[in-house]
């Protein structure tokens, strides 16, 4: 793969990234604020993308 592509899956991993987990801590805050979960699919993700990063796009 290319390096422009490889930054261009990056971004779109990043950009998912953050989406879905403001969705989720919304959620999590919202419905069910007394019970802190959204850390660990942020956590488990933050892995994977770091991981992403480090593996394709540096």
Do not use: C
């Amino acid at each position: 793969m290319k390096a422009e592509d490889e930054k261009r899956g990056f971004s779109v991993h990043l950009v998912v990234y953050v989406l879905v987990n403001a969705m989720l801590i919304a959620i999590n805050l919202i419905y069910s604020p007394e019970a802190i979960w959204f850390f660990y699919p942020l956590l488990g993700w933050g892995i994977g993308i770091t991981a992403h990063y480090l593996g394709g796009v540096r």
